[in-house]
């Protein structure tokens, strides 16, 4: 990885360990560096999907919630059982998550460059216009 390059893609692993906003600031790096910098554009790439994954999965946990509240009205315990599961599964998520966020940024700091699980290789699979791997 270039050196010019490498803090741009440590900013985009930073700002995806935040939630939201995130995309936000992924989407600007992105929009920013599509003619400079294919590396670049990839990693922005990669902290927007990642990111909205992350996304989905909480809107599944809400989901899974509010389900918790329908069978409240029926049985209260089985209720404080589901919520209980969910909130575990949420903050179990979330940790990761951000853990997944530090270890790319340390990897970067490295020169290493880094795929998040499942959407680094989709992401290099389906576009044509992503960077070659760095080989060390």
């Known amino acids: 990885m270039k050196d010019e390059e490498r803090g741009y893609v440590l900013l985009t692993h930073l700002f995806a360990a935040i939630p939201l906003w995130g995309i936000l600031f992924n989407g600007i790096i992105w929009i920013s560096f599509q003619e400079k910098s294919r590396k670049?554009?990839?990693?922005?790439?990669?902290?927007?999907?990642?990111?909205?994954?992350?996304?989905?999965?909480?809107?599944?946990?809400?989901?899974?919630?509010?389900?918790?509240?329908?069978?409240?009205?029926?049985?209260?315990?089985?209720?404080?059982?589901?919520?209980?599961?969910?909130?575990?599964?949420?903050?179990?998520l979330f940790i990761l998550y951000e853990i997944t966020c530090i270890y790319a940024i340390w990897n970067v700091i490295q020169g290493r460059d880094f795929e998040y699980p499942f959407i680094g290789s989709k992401l290099r699979e389906n576009s044509g216009n992503a960077p070659p791997k760095d080989h060390e």
């Open 40 to 92: 670049v554009v990839f990693h922005a790439h990669q902290g927007i999907f990642f990111q909205v994954a992350f996304l989905a999965m909480t809107l599944v946990g809400l989901l899974v919630f509010l389900f918790a509240q329908l069978v409240g009205v029926i049985n209260e315990s089985i209720a404080s059982l589901i919520r209980s599961g969910n909130w575990l599964v949420i903050v179990i």
